[in-house]
Nanobody, 116 residues
């Protein structure tokens, strides 16, 4: 029923760029705040970026400010994360998350590897 499917993860060199996508279905996408998280096995999950339901407000973790941009297209039920100037510490599984007052949905993640 409810699905969040991430795509776009890849192997990228340090300093490179990558665009992640998340396709949503099975719920009223335009009524949800959308988040991107990332996680390395054995470490705490980190909130990377947040975008309001209408796309008018965004916030970022200090670690990615100035380099990452989150956006959404409610007509397509899509949310994106543009990642520029990637660093080795950006290597992680990136997760798409939809949240409102009642529900909290998660995708299965997409692997981003930053390596020379």
């Amino acid at each position: 029923q409810v699905q969040l499917v991430e795509s776009g993860g890849a192997l990228v060199q340090p300093g490179g760029s990558l665009r992640l996508s998340c396709a949503a279905s099975g719920f009223t996408f335009s009524r949800y705040v959308m988040n991107w998280h990332r996680q390395v096995p054995g470490k705490e999950r980190e909130l990377v970026a947040t975008i309001s339901s209408a796309g008018g407000s965004t916030t970022y973790a200090d670690s990615v400010k100035g380099r990452f941009t989150v956006s959404r297209d409610n007509a397509k039920n899509m949310v994106y994360l543009q990642m520029n100037s990637l660093k080795p510490e950006g290597r992680a599984v990136y997760y798409c998350n939809a949240r409102n007052a009642y529900f909290d949905y998660w995708g299965r993640g997409t692997q981003v590897t930053v390596s020379s």
